[in-house]
């Protein structure tokens, strides 16, 4: 667990997880940091507490007292966020501290009633609601529903102006030596916005109406620091993740990077012989591309790079009359994310039927994911120079199409 000095009297406490399924679906193949935050008035607040995956807080006891926190002395959990990555740790403190007080929204209360039961003190704050700890540390409360769940809130402190944001401005990947954002290399710093862009595309996308009004409610702020819940710190310019997530929820409607993903699959080779002829005309032009060879890739990669690309190809033969069907998995997760707006061009190989297309429109329709599609290339068994032609052809209006989702 990492212990860092944020500014006067607020710290952080971190650790790093790996080898998880976050939420218990994804598989974050580079982890996760889950960030605390303590605020030391004559009274002490912890914000967001953690714990080990393993829900053992004792590595956190120690930190604390290595900061002259004794747990036992703890006196409010701000939780800003009852998801248990956050607050799972409140079930075994309640041993050790029996006189702490949770502050948190109505919708939290309930949650906390639900998940640790009825015994623990709650203290409900609504928008603009104080706590002075004393010491000129003020905390002030600030809801934001649905950044993930109903029950979230932003929690502000006025002396040093930091805002903890708990799941917003959040991002996957752990820590190495480096949390604050000054202290990123240009490596670090591209490894964190793609992380950023996994974390908000496995976990965040869905919500992205609510996301968008917490981002202009941020803006509200006299802002030195954001403090999220997960990755990095920004002291030097906070403005940089609140850009970027302005540039995530875009994606989310539909534009993207000067990038193309193709999502594909094939049994047998025919419809792979058409991928690489396709990969080959993009890098031909130019264009950046991510390729996701369903079943091999998680659907963690799958919804972040989606995500982020400008166009979409699908690649993907008829099997049993219907889609290929670890891509048709992959696009139903896709549409259930609420990845929307996205240009895109299917192909594929057919044997004694067609269906691959039938399916893909229902998946597309039931999701109500609205994607602009050209004509699909749909070939029997191998793709012959005229299939290849026209595939080509179509590439290019994809090429031509993408120039206005590109951001
Ligand atoms: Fe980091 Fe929604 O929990």
């Not at 030391?40 to 590595?59: F, L, M, N, Q, R």
């Not at 004393?134 to 502000?156: A, C, E, I, Q, R």
């Not at 950046?288 to 400008?310: G, R």
Request: some cysteine; hydrophobic content about 40%.
């Amino acid at each position: 667990m990492k212990k860092i000095k944020i500014t006067n009297d607020v710290y952080m406490l971190s650790i790093n997880v790996s080898d998880i399924l976050f939420e218990g679906i994804w598989d974050i193949a580079n982890g996760v940091t889950l960030n605390s935050y303590i605020v030391k008035g004559e009274k002490t607040a912890i914000i967001d507490g953690v714990v080990g995956w393993d829900g053992v807080p004792e590595s956190l006891y120690e930190n604390l007292s290595e900061i002259d926190v004794d747990p036992k002395d703890i006196d409010y959990l701000i939780v800003n966020h009852m998801e248990p990555d956050h607050s799972g740790w409140i079930e075994n403190f309640k041993k050790i501290n029996d006189n702490f007080t949770i502050v948190c929204t109505d919708k939290a209360a309930k949650l906390v009633d639900a998940f640790y039961g009825n015994s623990i003190k709650i203290q409900v704050v609504k928008e603009g609601d104080t706590l002075d700890l004393g010491n000129g540390k003020v905390l002030s409360f600030h809801p934001v529903p649905n950044v993930h769940w109903p029950d979230t809130m932003y929690t502000y402190e006025r002396d040093s102006k930091v805002l903890f944001t708990c799941d917003m401005y959040g991002a996957f990947g752990k820590f190495d030596d480096h949390v604050f954002d000054d202290e990123l290399t240009e490596e670090e710093v591209e490894f964190f916005e793609f992380e950023g862009i996994r974390y908000f595309s496995n976990v965040m996308n869905t919500f992205t109406p609510a996301l968008k009004r917490a981002i202009a409610k941020s803006k509200e702020f006299d802002i030195n620091v954001i403090a999220p819940g997960h990755g990095p710190v920004y002291r030097n310019n906070p403005n940089k993740i609140i850009d970027d997530y302005t540039r995530f929820a875009q994606y989310s409607e539909g534009a993207g990077k000067d990038e193309v993903t193709i999502l594909w699959g094939s049994m047998y080779g025919m419809t792979g012989k058409a991928v690489e002829f396709a990969k080959g005309i993009l890098e031909r032009e130019g264009i950046k591309v991510n390729m996701l060879e369903m079943p091999y890739k998680s659907e963690s990669e799958v919804v972040a790079n989606v995500l982020k690309s400008a166009a979409i190809i699908i690649a993907a033969p008829t099997y049993e009359y219907k889609m290929f069907p670890p891509v048709a998995a992959a696009i139903d997760e896709i549409g259930r994310k609420k990845i929307l707006g996205k240009l895109a061009f299917r192909f594929g190989s057919y044997g004694w039927s067609g269906g691959a297309e039938k399916e893909l429109a229902e998946i597309v329709e039931k999701n109500k994911m609205k994607w602009d599609f050209l004509e699909s290339v749909e070939f029997e068994g191998a793709p012959r120079e005229e299939d290849l032609a026209k595939i080509e052809a179509r590439i290019m209006d994809l090429i031509e199409k993408m120039k206005e989702k590109v951001i």
